[in-house]
């Protein structure tokens, strides 16, 4: 049966979020409660008022209530929980990142994969940066990618109005720009990474 085609799910969900997904018209069978979490994390980066969060909920209690009432035969999502807004997408997490400048992303990047606060990141010396990213392949690429200046001993830095090279400023407000909430909160989403289509289809095309 079409996600659709659930009793109750139409007309209440006709003109919603989730009516605009592949799930909408995908076998519930098929559906995974990978995907179902994929969908809401997208949704709500594009937009925080979205109630694509809702609208899955709803749709899985009338899969219940389908369930227990012998139309349809129970299936995985049945068991599906909203999870708090603890995770974040491949391709989010790279929407996010481009609207930093590219020493901004590097930064952040080199601090989530490394563990240590975008303070700690912004102090970082040059020599101090391999000892850092000693568990992270990611880390030591991205130490790879950092033009080593004379002028600072920064692994991470940038020039001012006389072109003098300092370490990065304001990181933190940048982050809460490009994202819209705080590196924080970030930092908990990317432990909890979800490798999407669009991650997926850049791996069989590399």
């Known amino acids: 049966m079409l996600l659709k085609s659930v009793p109750g799910v ?5 003109n919603s979020d989730l009516a605009t997904t592949k799930l909408w018209t995908t076998h ?27 609208e899955i909920e709803y749709a899985v209690s009338q899969i219940n209530d389908a369930i227990y009432n012998r139309q349809i035969n129970s299936v995985k999502i049945a068991r599906f929980k909203l999870k708090k807004d603890h995770s974040i997408t491949v391709s989010n997490l790279i929407a996010g990142l481009l609207k930093l400048k590219e020493v901004e992303r590097k930064a952040v990047l080199f601090s989530l994969e490394s563990g240590l606060s975008l303070d700690e990141v912004t102090n970082l ?15 030591r690429e991205i130490i790879k990618n950092c033009p080593v200046s004379i002028k600072t001993n920064y692994l991470f830095w940038e020039s001012n109005e006389e072109k003098e090279h300092e370490k990065l400023k304001n990181l933190e407000q ?16 990317y432990e909890n990474i979800i490798y999407d289509e669009w991650f997926e289809f850049l791996g069989q095309t590399s």
């Not at 139409?10 to 006709?14: E, F, G, I, T």
């Not at 995974?32 to 979205?50: G, P, R």
């Open 10 to 14: 139409l007309p209440a969900l006709k």
């Open 28 to 54: 519930i069978e098929r559906i995974t409660n990978y995907q179902l979490n994929a969908v809401i994390a997208k949704f709500k980066f594009k937009n925080e008022e979205s109630q694509i969060d809702k």
């Open 125 to 139: 010396e040059v020599r101090q940066a391999n000892v850092a990213a000693r568990n992270s392949k990611l880390a």
């Open 174 to 189: 940048a982050v809460f720009e490009a994202f819209g909430f705080d590196f924080k909160l970030l930092a908990l989403k």
